[in-house]
């Protein structure tokens, strides 16, 4: 037996001693190497905080004590010290999420997984233990450099670092590679020596005494007042020399480090200090992403932050390779388009490689502008390039597009704007669960004003609409597609005059069916599938793809009111989406044809593949035509319009209890 099995719980740390902890965690890293190259998953984050998340367990008292992982993708030691060591299927439907999940354990807490946002949960958490008389516990966050580049975090710090009182200890897991910890016998003597300095600082008796002599010397003469700033100037230019505070001290918190985050001993050490000292402290540590594992060492682009199915032995992966991705088609036309346009500019929130916009920043590195973790600050500063005569264009994950809805609206959008908002992993996007689907994008973009919305189907109308897209610059223009490989073109029979698509008409040249069919970009062969199902029933059909579902094509609505029913598949949230913005449009025009929206349920689907979820919410070709064969038969609400000399379905009225 290892050490990790005999590991249930985190009070079962204390048992071990310094040698047993080096070896837990080298036994870890190779229980994580093994376990995530089987079903993909955040490797190289997690291997970076071994030590770091050992130390927190080890100090604090879990769940007296709340543990807040910003983002949460590195809290898989965490989750393996509080009992949760089967790891077989890890971000697979019914399985281990690959993030916090209250329904897995206490010691769970926040499931978003959105990044710069722990520190103001932080913030809550503390001010409801002091109003609960419970402002002995502790709130520790673990946070990454990465995520302190967002807005919302140093919001927080600021609220936090205002009360001294709270017991709030920040841990920066800083994996940063743009500097490393300096090495050789002096950098050790000087680590050495600063480690000393913060056991110093962090003492109780050390803020006394500071405060009283401060008292004395500012009440003082001007000789005493003079002295005072003087000691002061003298003190703090001291510290800055041995340990750099920066902005921290200037907004009147503790800091500690750095520290060597993979040293156990420091590790400990460092958050005893925190523990002891009472109130708001950041511990600065200095990790490496993909630590103990040479081949997440040796990859240049992320240190293996997320990965597929891979040898262990080698990180190569094993999924089948040679399938296009939408992202890749993305980031071959829009470095085509940058070359033939100079004011084509790039704007990502840290998020340069995984959105496609590095194959721009390599052919025109002046043009393509990495914001870090800060979506508002993108779409903003997006305004302000196209006000100067650019055409910014912004590559988000669409779930990430809801943090930045109020800027899109009132910066972009009010001004008018010629923004191209690139929405990578719309809808239902699989394994990363519920934060992650970029399901409420079609719903939130009907409300804004004069926007333009392009959901292409197919690579072709990708590259097609992406070109549409940035051409337009006295508005604001969203391209968005799904997670994944991008599948077989979707060839139509006809381009209409707006540039609707007709994908299928069965019987063929027919233009009086039964059934009229939107389908919303990647749910083409969906609904050329479902067409197919109702002819077989004897129910005829029309199939178009808007490509653009904003502003609604006019020949949707002419269509409309030629069919019996239409239908409208998206994979977005029903409330407020697709469908029912072309319902109110036919409403508006006098087109009194049902429509059904077809569509994701307004909840928070779990995880598992896309296309377990689809089945999960009756987004399936089998599924939709049942409906749709009930609805044109007058059994199934919203009724299709009765044929010549057909009575008007009824249906069956709910009684009201």
Sequence with gaps: MGLLETIRNPQDLSKLSTTQLMSLAAEIRQFLITNVAQTGGHLGPNLGVVELTLGIHRVFDSPRDSIVFDTGHQSYVHKLLTGRQDFSTLRQQGGLSGYPDRAESIHDIVESSHASSSLSWADGISRARQLNGEGERYVVVMI?????????????????????????????????????????????????????????????AYEGTLDWWKRRLQNGGLLSQLAYKSLHAAKKG????????????????????????????????????????????????????????APARAHEADQ??????????????????????????????????????????????????PVGLHKMAAKHPDRVFDVGIAEQHALTSAAGMAFGGLHPVVAVYASFLNRAFDQLLMDVALHKAGVTVVLDRAGVTGPDGPSHHGMWDLSMLQIVPGLHLAAPRDATRLREELREAVAINDAPTVVRFS??????????????????????????????????????????????????????????????????????????????????????VEDGVRAGGVGSRIRQEMRAAGVDTALNEVG??????????????????????????????????????????????????????????
């Design 144 to 204: 990454g450099d990465g995520a302190l580049t967002g807005g919302m975090a140093w919001e927080a710090i600021n609220n936090i670092a205002a009360d001294k009182s709270r017991r709030v200890v920040i841990v920066v897991n800083d994996n940063g590679r743009s500097y490393a910890p300096t090495i050789g016998g002096l950098a050790d003597q000087l680590a050495a020596l600063r480690a000393t300095i913060d056991r110093v600082r962090t003492h109780k």
């Design 238 to 293: 001291l510290k800055d020399w041995w340990a750099p505070q920066g902005l921290f001290e200037d907004l009147g918190m503790k800091y500690i480090g750095p520290i060597d985050g993979h040293d156990m001993a420091s590790v400990e050490d460092a958050l005893t200090q925190a523990r002891k000292y009472g109130g708001p402290v950041i511990v600065h540590a200095m990790t490496e992403k993909g630590r103990g594992y």
């Design 304 to 353: 293996f932050h997320a990965v597929g199915v891979i040898d262990p032995e080698t990180g190569e992966p094993l999924d089948a390779g040679g399938v296009q991705s939408w992202t890749s088609v993305f980031s071959e036309e829009i470095a085509a388009i940058a070359d033939e346009r100079p004011d084509i500019v790039g704007i990502t929130g840290a998020m340069l490689i």
């Design 483 to 568: 997670k994944g490989s991008v599948g077989e073109e979707v060839r139509a029979i006809e381009r209409l005059s707006d540039g609707v698509d007709v994908l299928a008409r069965r019987p063929s040249g027919s233009t009086e069916n039964d059934v009229l069919i939107v389908s919303v970009g990647a749910m083409g062969e969906l609904a050329l599938e479902v067409s197919n199902r109702l002819g077989a029933q004897g129910i005829s059909s029309t199939v178009v793809d808007p490509r653009w579902v904003l502003p609604v094509p006019p020949s949707i609505i002419s269509l409309a009111a030629r069919h019996r029913i239409v239908i409208v």
């Design 600 to 657: 994701l349920p307004v909840e928070f689907l779990a995880h598992g593949t896309r296309a377990q979820v689809m089945e999960r919410v009756g987004l399936t070709a089998q599924q939709v035509t049942h409906d749709v064969v009930a609805q044109v038969l007058g059994t199934k609400v919203p009724f299709a319009r009765p044929l010549p000399g057909q009575e008007l379905p009824t249906g069956q009225i709910p009684k009201i209890q």
